[in-house]
């Protein structure tokens, strides 16, 4: 079943160019706190980041033909390939940013991956992919992605617990009783909000700020690919290939469940217009291209997902001036200071709102396609996916091994669920005579 056209704004011109800069930095801010984070774990440079989160965005924009409301941030999903290589390299005798070059030849053959599943899906035809996908293992999905990244949301709400209600209850406040402006920028207000009442409680140390400077060029590290090969370890090449490649399988089954849950937000169906085929494109062309200087892999953002979702405003327009304001930020050091201050409660409180908002629409969606809950089928294969996504999610580091291959909860759950969706009966006779 497809998703229906929901009411909201797709075309956020009609709005006037104030409202439409004001949305555009709020999906700025949606996706900072976790975008800038990866690179913060791993290393990588937080500028070089930035631009190819900018870069890898518009790229998605144009290869989905501008119709996907995407925005494509830092993924969480390789930081465990780039942790382990790194360390590999180090303990080879070479430095850090070296060995992160070499992950970065790893990450960028998974967006090639990418390439791979979308050809199949264009030879094939997309039809016989998505009947793999139904609502009954969609929703499940979508309800798991919100879910998983709840855990991250608390965990960062909890540093600060007043500071995450003041966010919290401003953006419920605008988003309910909210007029004009006020209604569709709620997440922007919860952010300044909770950054202000923080700030005269004497939480934020402004030093950072007063010491970045205005203007700067973005690093391009010396950790792309191209350092690798003034000196080639083609072993610890051929063990970052090893290692890090499969986690795309994981990623594309991630993808595919974003697709879905951005497609039941806006109420049209990208899987088919533009078609996943495009979606898995612009996604694996964003990858390598971040991989080869530096930048860590995109992948679609639940963030911005979620400020679809409360402020009903449908227009890539609007995430596309999000993305060249990245690309414009990463030039500014004192702006990336700037983010660098808000507090970690703020976030939570935001991502708390943001996160829910995803699981809604997963269980929206089921609604909507009217699924069958007496059939004890759909009962086992929305139990297992909840269950294996969450589960790995919190009782396993969100990380099963299956031979040298380690699959999150959310690609394990989605596997599982497609599988038993092909196998099972849809009805069994039972004669109880």
Known sequence: MEPQLQQGIYDARTLGPVKFGILGIQHLFAMFGATILVPVITGLNVSTTLIFAGIGTLIFHFITKWKVPAFLGSSFAFIGGYMSIKQLGMEKGLPENISLSYACIGVACAGLCYFLMAGLIKWFGSERVLKYFPPVVTGPMVISIGLCLSGSAIS????????????????IVSNMWGRGIIRIVPILLGVFSSFTVAACMGKIDFTALHEAAWIGLPVVRQNTVLAVFDNPDYTLITSSIIAIMPIAFATIMEHIGDMCAISGTVGQFFLVDPGLHRTLTGDGIATTLASLFGAPANTTYGENTGVLNITKVYDPRVIRLAAILAI????????????????????????????????AVGVRNMVEASIDFVQMRNIIIAALILVIAIGVKYGANDSVAIGSIHFSGLALAAIVGIILNAILPHRIDIDIE
Request: charge should be negative; proline fraction near 4%.
């Open 328 to 359: 414009l930020l990463s030039f500014c050091p004192k702006f990336g200071a700037l983010i660098g201050l808000m507090p970690a409660a703020t976030i939570g409180g935001v991502s708390l709102i943001l996160y829910g908002m995803i699981s």
């Open 156 to 171: 960062s709400a909890s540093e600060d617990w007043l500071i995450s209600l003041v966010a919290i209850i401003v953006v």
